[in-house]
């Protein structure tokens, strides 16, 4: 019986220790930022705009950029393309600025579209903001 108390509380103290060492690594480990951007096109410029987030993700991801979690893509009743999407760490996005990659991919994005704040977009004013979802797979 004294056997089985002492690799029962060798266990205990095994698994807080596990415990302990994940969330230990899980705080020390660098966590991506989640952002909500949206583009207003320019007349004529949805179609455009639409393939410039197509290709978004995979061009910040390909520079490491953003991290593989799926992004979401809708449009509001103006029109406006809202993207949700996340970046590795605000030093990835910190040296977006600096890109040029991404610099290229920003130029064709200032000429599709007006980055509005989301302050501006209607549905945000509402307690729920609903939106039409987008799917960027479908051609």
């Known amino acids: 019986m004294k056997t089985v108390s002492v690799c029962v509380c060798f266990i205990v103290l095994a698994c807080s220790i596990a415990a302990r060492t994940e969330l230990t690594q899980r705080r020390n480990s660098p966590t991506g930022v989640m952002v909500v951007v949206a583009y207003k096109p320019h007349q004529g410029k949805e179609q455009e705009l639409l393939q410039l987030t197509r290709e978004h993700l995979p061009i910040l991801r390909s520079q490491g950029l953003a991290t593989d ?24 996005i910190e040296s977006a600025h600096t890109n040029p990659a991404v610099a290229a991919l920003w130029k064709r994005y200032a000429e599709a579209c007006e980055f509005t704040p989301l302050s501006k977009v209607p549905e945000c004013s509402n307690l729920f903001a609903e939106f039409e979802p987008i799917d960027l797979t479908a051609r």
Not at 72 to 92: C, H, L, N, P
């Open 69 to 92: 979690r799926p992004s979401y893509t809708m449009r509001a009743g103006d029109g406006t393309i809202v993207e949700v999407f996340e970046w590795k760490s605000k030093q990835a």
